[in-house]
């Protein structure tokens, strides 16, 4: 296996931009490659992460390539995922020796569309899209059912809504931050019971880049590298009604293949979109109370769809660079209800 | 900034639309078929029982399935969540809850809608039955929504 | 009681998203330039490529391309196609002529029709213009342009324009 570096990070996210998709990325993507200390045109693999579906358009995902640099022409790959997932591929590309260098970048703009029919598009077609439920009431009714099968509490839900908030303050690229508290919140009205609006994320509209080389290459590049000792990914059933939803079967798979409890976790950035589901997924990992979830608000505080998981990446990446920290997890999901799960495990030098 | 722009970004409405008519294999053909003659049909599969709607291939061990069995028409709700401000496309136009249902001898649950009136009346473990759509044929909206089971 | 009636072998569900798109700037300063019968095109600065339509980027450099730029509203036709299959979407009669013209002042060519030109004589190098709407009804849309057509100018020379064509 060759070792892999995350060597640069960058993100932006924004309640609603007026920007196009090119316009928006072209600054992220400049100043990840920039912070990489690699010139562009020496990068051997450029790999992306969007859905099409956010802007109405089949292929949509083409015209980003004018903000990234597609000549000469380039080694390029895409999935209609989140950018994690564009880091996965990546990730094996350098392991297949091909190439040394990698940019993962995705982008999205949530608030084109109608975000909750937009998602209902990715159930099942036949039996559920007809049904046109949104995104909130789906992780509704698995919320109901971690709720009731768990000692949780709605309290306990609010506890993670009040801390992500607050450290979210702390982040310039978070969209929703503040101090409140749990009284407060649970003053609220359910949007979906039995979650409120605080449970549910913040979507944004955005972009973010990330530079990955190789070995040696790494260690030239940065002064701490921060590598990803571990990374997989695993998907549960897409029908609903056939999963236990208040469990995260492939999430705990994927933290297990990645090594995650090889040695103690400083912190973990976790793409929980829900309240419920950073809940779910601290189980899932086997993290101990004392491992600090989150510190940059997570995607409750800017959800960026397509985007959110590599920045839950990148964001933990950025803080063991500075020094705040060791070793951590970083985890992606998509799907619904915690469907499918990628997770890695960085550390710095 | 652009120049010559002149004012604010311009903005436009966009549809996209397709027709989408999907064949039936043999699994959901019979679901379908048994749904516009008011009736449940799941498949059994080793690692998650009785499961509906019927999938062609057993979701863990990917073997292929084709043991139908009839469930329901009634069950139990499984999980719920109330929709105060139903979307347009929604099947209700009131407010209804999402649920999944686990029907009378299913062990997989089908997600549908159920049409209660008001949110106290839900539980977990209330018993629901269907309200059939006059005009069937057309999928799982042949299927109107669940009521209570005890509804007249 | 089941119904003897044929089994149900297919279902439709169709699909209708609807969205509120920003143009962006780039799409902004291309749209209102053509609600004054005017075509706009960007680049990344003085002496680079003219790009039309704009996108935001130059595609060779992934620079940020929003310096606006008039272009004639004539140009050279640089490569045509002669469509003969129907559509919903195309009002104009078949078989009709699309066009990738180089306009006076662009780098890349702009993809329309051509109109009121017979089929044997479209050729690379022709010249044309623009036939605009009538001014009360131009708005930021491609519409306001209706079409191209042939105008009294010399052919220009293939080796001029062979790296568009």
Same mark, same amino acid.
């Given at each position: 296996?060759r070792?892999?570096?995350i060597v640069?990070?960058a993100q932006?996210?924004?309640?609603r931009?007026?920007?196009?998709?090119v316009?928006i990325l072209?600054?992220?993507?400049?100043?990840?490659?920039?912070?990489?200390g690699?010139?562009?045109?020496?990068i051997?693999?450029t790999?992306?992460g969007s859905?099409?579906?956010?802007?109405g358009q089949?292929f949509a995902?083409?015209m980003?390539?004018d903000?990234?640099?597609?000549?000469?022409?380039v080694?390029?790959?895409?999935v209609e995922?989140?950018?994690?997932?564009?880091?996965?591929?990546?990730?094996v590309k350098i392991?297949t020796?091909e190439v040394?260098s990698a940019?993962v970048?995705?982008?999205g703009?949530?608030s084109?569309g109608d975000?909750?029919?937009?998602q209902?598009?990715q159930?099942d077609?036949?039996c559920?899209?007809?049904?046109?439920?949104d995104?909130d009431s789906?992780?509704?009714?698995?919320?109901r059912l971690?709720?009731?099968?768990?000692?949780r509490?709605?309290?306990d839900?609010?506890?993670?809504?009040?801390?992500?908030?607050?450290d979210?303050?702390?982040?310039p690229?978070a969209v929703?931050?503040?101090a409140?508290?749990?009284e407060?919140?649970?003053?609220?009205?359910?949007?979906?019971s039995?979650?409120?609006d605080?449970?549910?994320?913040m979507?944004?509209?955005g972009a973010?880049a990330?530079?990955?080389?190789?070995?040696d290459?790494a260690t030239?590049l940065?002064e701490?590298p921060?590598?990803i000792r571990?990374?997989?990914?695993?998907?549960?059933?897409?029908?609903?009604g056939?999963r236990d939803?208040?469990?995260?079967?492939?999430?705990e798979?994927a933290?297990?293949r990645a090594g995650v409890?090889e040695a103690?976790?400083?912190?973990a950035e976790?793409?929980?979109p829900?309240?419920?589901?950073?809940?779910?997924l601290?189980?899932?990992f086997g993290?101990?109370?004392g491992?600090?979830i989150?510190?940059s608000?997570g995607?409750?505080c800017?959800?960026?769809l397509?985007?959110s998981g590599l920045n839950?990446?990148?964001?933990?990446?950025?803080?063991?660079a500075?020094?705040?920290g060791?070793?951590a997890l970083?985890?992606?999901?998509?799907g619904?209800?915690?469907q499918?799960?990628?997770?890695?495990?960085?550390?710095?030098? | 900034m652009?120049e010559?722009?002149?004012?604010?970004?311009?903005r436009?409405?966009h549809?996209?639309?397709y027709?989408?008519?999907?064949?039936l294999?043999?699994a959901l053909g019979?679901f379908f078929?048994?749904?516009?003659?008011?009736?449940?049909?799941?498949?059994?599969?080793?690692?998650?029982g009785v499961?509906?709607p019927?999938q062609?291939?057993?979701?863990d061990?990917?073997e292929?399935?084709?043991?139908?069995?009839?469930?329901?028409?009634?069950?139990?709700i499984?999980?719920w969540t109330w929709v105060?401000?139903p979307?347009k496309k929604?099947?209700?136009?009131?407010?209804?809850?999402?649920?999944?249902?686990?029907?009378?001898?299913?062990d997989?649950?089908l997600l549908h809608?159920v049409d209660v009136?008001?949110?106290s009346r839900l539980a977990t473990?209330v018993r629901?039955k269907?309200?059939w759509?006059?005009e069937r044929g057309?999928g799982i909206?042949?299927?109107?929504?669940?009521?209570?089971?005890e509804?007249e | 009681?089941?119904?003897?009636?044929a089994?149900?072998?297919?279902?439709v569900?169709?699909?209708?998203?609807e969205?509120?798109h920003s143009a962006?700037?780039?799409?902004t300063l291309f749209l209102?330039?053509?609600?004054?019968r005017?075509?706009?095109?960007?680049r990344?600065?003085p002496?680079?490529?003219?790009?039309?339509?704009? &996108?935001?980027?130059?595609?060779r450099?992934a620079? /940020? #391309?929003?310096?606006?730029v008039?272009v004639?509203?004539?140009?050279? +036709?640089?490569s045509?196609?002669?469509?003969r299959v129907p559509s919903e979407n195309i009002?104009?009669?078949?078989?009709?002529?699309?066009i990738n013209?180089?306009?006076d002042?662009?780098?890349?060519?702009?993809?329309?029709v051509?109109?009121n030109?017979p089929l044997?004589?479209?050729?690379?190098?022709?010249?044309? &213009?623009?036939?605009w709407?009538?001014?009360?009804? /131009? #708005?930021?849309?491609?519409a306001?342009i209706?079409?191209f057509?042939? +105008?009294d100018?010399?052919?220009?020379?293939?080796d001029?324009?062979?790296e568009?064509t």
């Amino acid at each position: 296996m060759r070792d892999v570096a995350i060597v640069s990070f960058a993100q932006s996210n924004t309640a609603r931009e007026d920007r196009n998709e090119v316009e928006i990325l072209i600054p992220v993507v400049q100043e990840a490659v920039k912070r990489s200390g690699l010139p562009r045109g020496e990068i051997g693999f450029t790999c992306s992460g969007s859905s099409d579906f956010l802007q109405g358009q089949p292929f949509a995902f083409v015209m980003a390539l004018d903000g990234v640099g597609a000549w000469p022409p380039v080694k390029e790959s895409h999935v209609e995922m989140d950018g994690a997932w564009a880091l996965y591929e990546a990730w094996v590309k350098i392991q297949t020796g091909e190439v040394d260098s990698a940019l993962v970048y995705a982008f999205g703009k949530t608030s084109s569309g109608d975000v909750a029919e937009v998602q209902a598009l990715q159930l099942d077609p036949y039996c559920v899209t007809p049904l046109w439920p949104d995104a909130d009431s789906i992780a509704a009714l698995q919320a109901r059912l971690y709720l009731e099968g768990s000692a949780r509490t709605e309290r306990d839900l609010a506890d993670v809504a009040v801390r992500s908030r607050r450290d979210a303050m702390d982040n310039p690229h978070a969209v929703a931050s503040g101090a409140t508290d749990a009284e407060t919140l649970l003053a609220e009205p359910y949007r979906c019971s039995p979650l409120r609006d605080h449970d549910c994320p913040m979507t944004s509209d955005g972009a973010t880049a990330m530079v990955i080389v190789a070995g040696d290459l790494a260690t030239r590049l940065s002064e701490r590298p921060v590598w990803i000792r571990g990374i997989d990914h695993r998907i549960d059933p897409p029908a609903l009604g056939v999963r236990d939803l208040s469990r995260a079967p492939s999430a705990e798979r994927a933290a297990s293949r990645a090594g995650v409890l090889e040695a103690p976790v400083d912190f973990a950035e976790i793409d929980a979109p829900y309240t419920h589901q950073e809940l779910i997924l601290r189980e899932a990992f086997g993290l101990s109370d004392g491992v600090r979830i989150n510190p940059s608000g997570g995607s409750l505080c800017a959800r960026t769809l397509m985007s959110s998981g590599l920045n839950r990446i990148g964001d933990a990446a950025l803080r063991i660079a500075r020094g705040e920290g060791d070793r951590a997890l970083a985890h992606a999901t998509q799907g619904p209800c915690l469907q499918q799960n990628l997770v890695c495990v960085l550390e710095g030098e | 900034m652009a120049e010559g722009s002149g004012g604010e970004v311009l903005r436009g409405p966009h549809v996209l639309e397709y027709p989408y008519r999907r064949s039936l294999g043999p699994a959901l053909g019979r679901f379908f078929t048994g749904l516009r003659d008011r009736r449940f049909e799941g498949i059994r599969s080793r690692s998650a029982g009785v499961i509906v709607p019927p999938q062609e291939y057993d979701p863990d061990t990917s073997e292929a399935l084709d043991e139908f069995v009839e469930v329901g028409p009634a069950g139990a709700i499984v999980s719920w969540t109330w929709v105060t401000r139903p979307r347009k496309k929604q099947p209700l136009d009131h407010p209804f809850a999402y649920a999944l249902i686990r029907l009378d001898g299913a062990d997989a649950s089908l997600l549908h809608v159920v049409d209660v009136g008001d949110e106290s009346r839900l539980a977990t473990g209330v018993r629901v039955k269907p309200r059939w759509a006059v005009e069937r044929g057309g999928g799982i909206r042949d299927i109107e929504c669940f009521e209570l089971e005890e509804t007249e | 009681m089941s119904e003897e009636a044929a089994p149900v072998t297919y279902i439709v569900t169709p699909v209708r998203l609807e969205y509120d798109h920003s143009a962006g700037n780039a799409a902004t300063l291309f749209l209102r330039g053509l609600a004054q019968r005017k075509i706009i095109g960007t680049r990344t600065g003085p002496g680079q490529p003219v790009l039309v339509p704009p &996108r935001g980027a130059d595609p060779r450099t992934a620079e /940020l #391309a929003l310096e606006a730029v008039e272009v004639s509203d004539k140009g050279t +036709i640089v490569s045509y196609s002669i469509v003969r299959v129907p559509s919903e979407n195309i009002h104009f009669e078949l078989p009709y002529v699309c066009i990738n013209i180089l306009l006076d002042g662009a780098d890349v060519p702009f993809f329309h029709v051509l109109q009121n030109c017979p089929l044997d004589e479209v050729r690379i190098g022709m010249r044309a &213009r623009a036939h605009w709407v009538p001014d009360e009804q /131009l #708005a930021p849309t491609i519409a306001s342009i209706e079409y191209f057509e042939p +105008i009294d100018e010399p052919d220009v020379p293939f080796d001029r324009i062979r790296e568009h064509t």
